[in-house]
Nanobody
Framework: QVQLVESGGGLVQAGGSLRLSCAASGRTFSSYAMGWFRRAPGKEREFVAAIIWSSGITYYKDSVKGRFTISRDNAKNTVFLQMNSLKPEDTAVYYC????????????????WGQGTQVTVSS
């Protein structure tokens, strides 16, 4: 059974940094893509970033480019989201997800989800 467990969320001031982790277990993820999504209060869940596990190719939402970096540690089966220069509008519950589909930008393309971790950025 696939399990995705996020950690690393918290409260940070604007301009600060956080690093989210997603520990994946239950199968070999070399043929998967891993994504980060977020849902802010009163808003739809939105794509943040994704990485193709085998190649390391990455994708980002425009508003986080240059501030967020997605990466993976093959040995630890863990995906990270380094978030710098955080803004209040980054406040949301952040979710890790895994997919074997070729598309990575839509939530509907993902098969497995973590429980989420809260990120709150104060102004």
């Amino acid at each position: 059974q696939v399990q995705l467990v996020e950690s690393g969320g918290g409260l940070v001031q604007a301009g600060g940094s956080l690093r989210l982790s997603c520990a994946a277990s239950g199968r070999t993820f070399s043929s998967y893509a891993m994504g980060w999504f977020r849902r802010a209060p009163g808003k739809e869940r939105e794509f943040v970033a994704a990485i193709i596990w085998s190649s390391g190719i990455t994708y980002y939402k425009d508003s986080v480019k240059g501030r967020f970096t997605i990466s993976r540690d093959n040995a630890k089966n863990t995906v990270f989201l380094q978030m710098n220069s955080l803004k209040p509008e980054d406040t949301a519950v952040y979710y890790c997800a895994a997919t074997m589909n070729s598309g990575v930008l839509l939530a509907t393309q993902y098969n497995y989800w973590g429980q989420g971790t809260q990120v709150t950025v104060s102004s």
